[in-house]
């Protein structure tokens, strides 16, 4: 018979533990939930977690409307699946060991789904200076996840289009590269192609020929934003938190974010990734019902 370690973790606690009912009713829930979580949106079963995806689920069950204790209850419920785990030797290591539940009063950042980051891009249109250099601006706060700050610092030799990437001198001094698309790609040749020569060295101008200003960038978006049907308040840094998450839901690791995002600590990262709870809550309504 193929290996079940979450019906043998339930046998344990119900024979040899002695569990009530109710609280073995508990424990099935919180597992199933966890399983259906890891299955639709990861793609991965219980032996292939690790810490990022226990982190993840609660900010999910969090977004979900989910109660402090509610969530803190389902991370004992993991907590008490892994060590069992570990004993049986079903692993050589415990991912849930070291996960806490974020401190309190702690909120999910608002960001913009990917269909909202697409009409955001379709907004600038026409092929005047203006209209190229805003759909440039767009494009590469998204494919980069700079900070609007590191943005308008940039100079026209920090981006190396045939190779797809910008040298960004980010807090502290501490320089990084960041690789960017071909959309990006796409949308700087053009704008660059309509940008002034002989001006400042900055990658950006106003109409003056000037470096832009962070508080120009947040005015610009305000303004495409209002001819969307997005509705949320949106600034630069939402952009970075979307460009973060995004990532995370198509697989890549959160150090890799870290180190784009060129954050000191790990735990500055986390705060930024979140899933998209609607589409997940849709999938999980559905499934609801089934056996674990």
């Known amino acids: 018979m193929p290996l079940d370690p979450a019906k043998d973790f339930l046998d344990y606690i119900s024979k040899e533990r002695q569990f009530s009912p109710n609280t073995l009713k508990g424990y099935r829930r919180d597992l199933k939930q966890f399983r259906f979580f890891l299955a639709s949106v990861k793609g991965r079963d219980v032996l292939g977690v690790r810490a990022q995806d226990i982190y993840d689920f609660l900010l999910w069950l969090e977004g979900e409307g989910y109660s402090r204790s509610s969530v803190e209850r389902k991370l004992a419920t993991l907590k008490s699946f892994y060590k069992f785990l570990l004993k049986a030797e079903y692993l050589e290591k415990n991912p849930a060991k070291l996960v806490k539940y974020p401190r309190k009063g702690k909120k999910l950042p608002v960001i913009l789904s990917r269909n909202e980051i697409s009409q955001l891009l379709e ?76 001006q400042s060295p900055a990658l950006f101008l106003n109409k003056f020929g000037r470096r832009l200003s962070a508080r120009w960038v947040q005015k610009m978006l305000d303004r495409y934003i209002a001819q969307t049907s997005i509705k949320k308040k949106i600034s630069p840094h939402k952009i970075r938190h979307s460009f973060a998450t995004h990532l995370l839901q198509m697989g890549a690791d959160v150090r890799t974010i870290q180190e784009l995002l060129g954050h000191s600590s790990l735990s500055t990262t986390q705060k930024y990734t979140h899933l998209d709870l609607e589409s997940i809550k849709e999938q999980y309504d559905k499934a609801k019902g089934g056996e674990l």
């Open 123 to 198: 907004v600038p249109e026409g092929d005047d200076f203006f209209s190229l250099r805003d759909r440039a601006i767009l494009e590469l706060l998204y494919a980069t996840g700079l900070r609007v700050s590191e943005m308008v610092r940039l100079d026209l030799w920090d981006v190396n289009l045939q190779e797809r990437f910008v040298k960004v001198k980010g807090k502290g001094g501490k320089d990084r590269i960041v690789p960017f698309g071909k959309p990006a790609q796409r949308a700087l040749v053009l704008y660059l192609n309509k940008r002034p020569h002989g």
